[in-house]
């Protein structure tokens, strides 16, 4: 699926590929952390997903949803080693979307907006429509045929079809623990405070929590530390800044890196290249 040629959190799609598709049903190896991609996904799960962590959220997701997380959105789906997971999953390049129906254009927006991810809930009928095209644009040896592009505008515009016709019945709240209710509260504070430099302590004080319960708690529940995930959240905003034409040193400031060295270490360490180098890379892929 996607290249991880070091071991980041944000993993990366080819981007002379249109798309790639893949029906998965395995137990992970090793348990998966929080992490972002550079593509869009369209994620069917045809197992019960206990503990989805989509950006600024936790909750529980059933069986048979549609999860559709927008580039650079940090998410976490599954997590538990041991354990099956079935799924559909198709990533999508958001520049070749851009390149065929235009920057600006309004069509599939939605998979840009990075903080932004959303579920739908097909019904029976829906769901047997979407894995017959899953199931068929899998049929194809090569991603980039004729043949095989039909099938993917075929699923993109089943997609759209559904987007429009589910997402304002969508919003309805998956079952939602008190303790992940009690998570996404302390996350949301998090991304308000984005830009200033939280710990442990200082959540624990704002919730009249001690910082070892709440660790546990986050940790249990989001599967990561609460500074990896503030490291997380700061990087995926870093690299929104940097694609909006702040400069590496303007980012930096404004995240509360204490000096330049440590911001250019923790972005590589979480992306696999220097700001720079993205801040450059991306406005090469913005001039074509």
């Known amino acids: 699926m996607q290249n991880q040629t070091k071991r980041t959190n944000i993993l990366t799609f080819p981007v002379s590929s249109p798309f790639h598709a893949v029906y998965r049903n395995d137990s992970p190896v090793l348990p ?8 869009a996904e369209l994620y069917l799960t045809l197992s019960h997903l206990p503990d989805v962590l989509l950006n600024d959220t936790v909750s529980e997701v059933p069986s048979g949803t ?20 079935e799924r559909y999953i198709l990533s999508i390049n958001n520049q070749w979307l851009d390149a065929v129906f235009g920057e600006k254009s309004d069509r599939f927006s939605y998979l840009k907006q990075s903080n932004s991810p959303f579920l739908l809930t097909p019904d029976a009928t829906d769901r ?3 894995l017959k095209l ?16 039909a099938d993917f505008f075929e699923l993109l515009s089943f997609f759209e079809h559904l987007v429009n016709r589910l997402s304002p019945k969508s919003n309805h709240v998956f079952p939602i623990s008190d303790a992940q209710k009690k998570i996404n509260e302390v996350i949301a504070y998090l991304q308000e405070h984005i830009y200033d430099n939280l710990t442990v302590t200082d959540l624990a004080k704002h919730f009249y929590l001690h910082p070892d319960y709440l660790s546990r708690l ?11 995930y503030i490291t997380l959240q700061k990087i995926a905003t870093a690299q929104a800044l940097l694609r909006e034409g702040y400069t590496v040193n303007q980012v930096q400031e ?6 330049y060295a440590y911001f250019f270490k923790t972005f590589q360490k979480n992306t696999g290249t220097s700001p720079s180098r993205y ?8 001039s074509l």
């Open 279 to 286: 801040r450059y890379e991306w406005g090469q892929k913005m």
């Open 66 to 85: 549609l999860i559709v997380i927008p580039a650079f959105c940090v998410h976490q789906l599954f997590h538990e080693t041991g354990l099956f997971y």
């Open 254 to 259: 404004k995240l509360g890196y204490s000096s």
């Open 32 to 39: 998966v952390g929080p992490h972002s991609h550079n593509a």
């Open 128 to 130: 047997a429509t979407l």
């Open 218 to 228: 986050f940790k249990k529940h989001a599967h990561t530390t609460v500074s990896h």
């Open 134 to 149: 899953f199931q068929s644009l899998l049929s194809h040896p090569e991603s980039e045929t004729s043949s095989a592009m």
